[in-house]
Nanobody
Framework: QVQVVESGGGLVQAGESLRLSCIAS????????MGWFRHPPGKQREGVAA???????TYAASVKGRFTISQDNAENTLYLQMTSLKPEDTAMYYC??????????????????WGQGTQVTVSS
C-alpha cells in the first residue's frame, strides 16, 4: 500500500525558513519521481518542486532560488527546504508520487498518491 506522510509545517515570520519532510512507503522510492505541491487559500493546487527518477529537479518560478527539493533514498524521505519565506507561500503543502513517470513534473494531475498535507503559514 503506497503511503506518503508529510511533516514539518508551521507558523513562521516572513524571511524565516522551514524544512518539510515526506516519508514514503509501499513502493521503491528511488524508482519514482516525487513532487511537492501547495494549495493556497482560495487558489488552485500548484506544483512547487519536483525531482525526477534521475535526480533532475524543477521548480516553480515563484520559489526558484528560495526552495530546494532533495531526497534520501536510504530513508525513503523527500525534503523541501524553504528559505526566505513570504506571506504568499502560505498554503497547505503536499507530497505526491505518480503511478508512472510524469510528462510534466509540476502538474498535479500527473500524480496519483497524495499525503494529508502539512500547513505552512507565513506572517508578515
Amino acid at each position: 500500500q503506497v503511503q506518503v506522510v508529510e511533516s514539518g509545517g508551521g507558523l513562521v515570520q516572513a524571511g524565516e525558513s522551514l524544512r518539510l519532510s515526506c516519508i514514503a512507503s509501499g513502493f521503491t522510492f528511488r524508482d519514482y519521481a516525487m513532487g511537492w505541491f501547495r494549495h493556497p487559500p482560495g487558489k488552485q493546487r500548484e506544483g512547487v518542486a519536483a525531482i525526477s527518477r534521475t535526480g533532475v529537479t524543477t521548480y516553480a518560478a515563484s520559489v526558484k532560488g528560495r526552495f530546494t527539493i532533495s531526497q534520501d533514498n536510504a530513508e525513503n524521505t523527500l525534503y523541501l527546504q524553504m528559505t526566505s519565506l513570504k506571506p504568499e507561500d502560505t498554503a497547505m503543502y503536499y507530497c505526491a508520487a505518480p503511478q508512472r513517470p510524469p510528462l510534466y513534473l509540476l502538474s498535479p494531475q500527473q500524480y496519483h498518491y497524495w499525503g494529508q498535507g502539512t500547513q505552512v503559514t507565513v506572517s508578515s
